[in-house]
């Protein structure tokens, strides 16, 4: 019994230590890391790849996979600032950018269940064609200039604490719900672990991929609302590479590729992590190139981590 509650639970509790062990590092490394300021500045630039991330958790139990979180990001970004350069008003306009990602996402669900497309090839297409319309629609160029009722979106604050970082905890707090206490959470772990016997003991699998896909896709539009209002500027090119760090959060986080296993607490840590990560090496003066290399390096030993689990588990 000891074996295996050391087992089942030694990856939460070890990437917990990780992040402690990582912050208490950079501490010593450099005076100006362990600061209020900083540290809030740290989560403020994690709660994007955090909120994506989210949807990526829901998205991997299932035993699938989203590399178009980053172009959705672009897409619903340039679609929300022509709305708001127009005059629609902000609330809907806001809708409309959760709106377009929500619909992406959703049309991978849809290729994924009813067109029985592999995961990896949906999404890739989507990332593509998503990333095209966004190029489309702008004809290459930025959209800039909101009022600043938008803007407090990004910069402002709520009792010192940023507006993102709020939101942030909020996402966090639903999803957790959602996967504990909801039949979505419940079927997305069981299809996740065994799609077959999910769908003969009644699961609407069609139907909960394509809800899950819609819910990545949905959270992808709000991290553009937070992405656009804190440059002030619609990118048709913004997001890229954004789906790496979120498959990074989660699985860093201990949602295994496999599916049928993973928490959003756990995602939130691995968020963390890279944020930490990120900001101290920036601290240190390390190259953007050698900071790919350290966060390749640590995706793939968190993989070779779940699969060592896994096996030890069997």
Known sequence: MQRDFLLHYGRQFGTLIGLLGLVLILWILTP?????????????????NAIIAVGMTFVIITAGIDLSVG?????????????????IPLPLALVIGLAVGAVCGLVNGLLITYGKLPPFISTLGMMSVARGCALLYTGGRP?????????????GELLHIPVPVIIMGVVYIIAHVVLTRTKLGRYTYAIG?????????????????????GLSGMLSGLAAII?????????????????????????????????????????LIGALIMGVL??????????????????????????LMDMALKKRRK
């Not at 100006?32 to 994007?48: E, G, H, R």
């Not at 172009?71 to 005059?87: C, N, P, R």
């Not at 699961?203 to 809800?211: E, G, L, S």
């Not at 500027?233 to 989660?250: F, K, N, R, V």
């Open 32 to 48: 100006y890391f362990l600061t209020v300021s900083n540290l809030l500045n740290v989560a403020q630039q994690t709660s994007i």
């Open 193 to 213: 672990g065994n799609e077959e016997a999910a769908l003969l003991s009644g699961v609407n699998v069609r139907a909960y991929k394509a809800t899950v896909y």
């Open 278 to 303: 990120r900001n101290g090496l920036n601290l240190l003066g390390v190259s953007s190139f050698v900071q790919q290399t350290v966060i390749g390096s640590v995706i793939i030993l968190a993989v």
């Open 143 to 155: 959209i800039s200039g909101f009022s600043p009722g938008f803007r407090y979106l990004a910069t």
């Open 71 to 87: 172009s959705i990001v672009a897409f619903s970004g340039v679609v929300l600032a022509s709305a708001l350069q127009i005059g």
């Open 227 to 267: 992405l656009t209002a804190r440059l002030n500027s619609a990118q048709p090119i913004a997001g890229m590479m954004y789906e790496l760090d979120a498959i990074a959060a989660t699985v860093i986080g201990g949602t295994s590729l496999m599916g049928g296993e993973g928490r959003v607490v756990g995602t």
